[in-house]
């Protein structure tokens, strides 16, 4: 292998420069770490993912960016699902049982992601863009090397005491450790574009997240600035193999024609930029943490997109990490100790999501979000779970817990009603091939 042309000696190597990774240098920076942060991009780059909840809001506040967070925002009041007869029923934050903000922000990621990068390089990061990390071995605390590639092909070898993987989707971490797993019990891929001239909801509801299903997956609707609207849908992936001649763009409308509401908001809208594509990325990773390494944001795990908690959950465990290592670093003892409980509360969090999105598109769960019951304030509770409330707030878990037990009994309920509608054709039928004179239901 190349000698490197430079060598860095730093005590935290951050990989990636998304909000994962930039939250934990920002942190690391701040705490008088000698942190060097690599991305392999340059920002302003896209990235999907625009859609904020407000559990993010006091994260950016201690970071010192809300206000420039807003600066780039639309103000998000709450997240919106259809109802049958083409209303539509709004869950606003406000109306969340814990402490989170009543609202949230939606932005566009080329221009938050490089606000945020510039914001760890404020707090003193070594954040260097165009730089890709090839090559990395965590062999403990104060034994981690790095190879790294320039955009002009110098070579950078990097020591370093620890190391936080943030590479996103690339996973460079789980690939390289082979901690990877797709997730057996939800596969999706996406398609997706930004369009202006889409009408928006009305008053207050303007900048609202909307988000609509139809057969093959669910769609969302996200306002950005300037009238921009982020529009994509998430498929099944069988679905999105049906693609004749890959025209993505003719896809994607011919998708949305599906969602005759949706469709509606679209009669004067006109499409600026690229009709994107990603596979199907739904994975999670063996292990989150082990001796000199952590794994946070994307790096880690990614479920499904229907709730907006990627960013929030990136920056949560951006946040997390930073105080695990700085606390390791101290006192290299307590390293599993910090490890496991970081561990425990990310997948916490990730878990309350799960559960929601492996049932959203069922019939039962699609009736719960459109005609929700604010029995004992459980409408109340999982509007907290949307706000990204899913780590600290025990009433919160209290009413996702009654939420997922009539859940249950709703399915049975709906369950029985099938059997029983099942077993009474079969009934009519027999009796009609024994000569009996029930009549059959032509349906
Ligand atoms: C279709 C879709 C829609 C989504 N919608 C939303 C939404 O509305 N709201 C929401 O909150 N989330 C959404 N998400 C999720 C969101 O995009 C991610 O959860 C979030 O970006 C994760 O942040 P991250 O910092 O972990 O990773 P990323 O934002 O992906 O950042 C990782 C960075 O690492 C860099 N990198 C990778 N490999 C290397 C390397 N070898 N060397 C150096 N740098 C490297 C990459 O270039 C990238 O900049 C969506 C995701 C998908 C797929």
Known sequence: MQDPDETIDCDVLVIGGGPAGSTAAAFLGRAGRRVLQLEKDRHPRFHIGESLLPANLPILDELGVLEKTRALGVYKPGADFPRPDGSYQTFHFRRALGKTPPHAFQVKREEFDAMLFAHARAAGVDAREGVKVETIEPDGIGAVTARAR???????????????????????????????????????????????????????????????????????????????????????????????????????????????????????????????????????????????????????????????????????????????????????????????????????????????????????????????????????????????????????????YLFRFIYACQSVLGLRSWFGELLARRRQAKSVFSGGNTPVDPA
Not at 248 to 270: G, I, P, Q, V
Not at 373 to 383: A, M, S, T
């Open 150 to 400: 320039c955009a002009n092909g110098r070579v950078l070898g990097v020591r370093a005491r620890y190391l936080v993987d943030a590479s996103g989707r690339d996973t460079l971490l789980a690939n390289r450790l082979g901690f990877k797993q797709k997730n057996p019990k939800h596969q999706s891929a996406a398609i997706f574009a930004h369009f202006r001239g889409v009408a928006l909801r009305e008053g207050e509801d303007a900048g609202n997240i909307s988000i609509y299903n139809f057969a093959h997956g669910w769609c969302w609707f996200i306002p950005l600035r300037d009238g921009c609207v982020s529009i994509g849908c998430v498929c099944w992936p069988e679905y999105l193999k049906t693609r004749q001649g890959g025209d993505n763009a003719e896809f994607l409308l011919t998708t949305l024609r599906m969602m005759s509401h949706a469709w509606k908001r679209m009669e004067n809208a006109e499409r600026i930029g690229d009709v994107r594509v990603t596979g199907n990325y739904s994975y999670t990773c063996t292990r989150m943490a082990g001796p000199g390494f952590v794994m946070v944001g994307d790096a880690w795990a990614f479920v499904d997109p229907v709730f907006s908690s990627g960013v929030y959950l990136a920056m949560h465990s951006g946040k997390q990490a930073a105080a695990l290592i700085d606390a390791a670093l101290n006192a290299p003892a307590s390293e599993r100790a910090l490890q496991a409980r970081f561990a425990r509360r990310i997948r916490r969090g990730v878990r309350v999501f799960s559960w929601f999105i492996y049932r959203f598109n069922s019939p039962v769960m699609r009736q719960m979000f459109a005609e929700p019951r604010n029995i004992l304030r459980v409408e109340d509770g999982v509007v907290s779970m949307l706000a990204g409330d899913v780590f600290d707030n025990a009433p919160v878990m209290r009413r996702v």
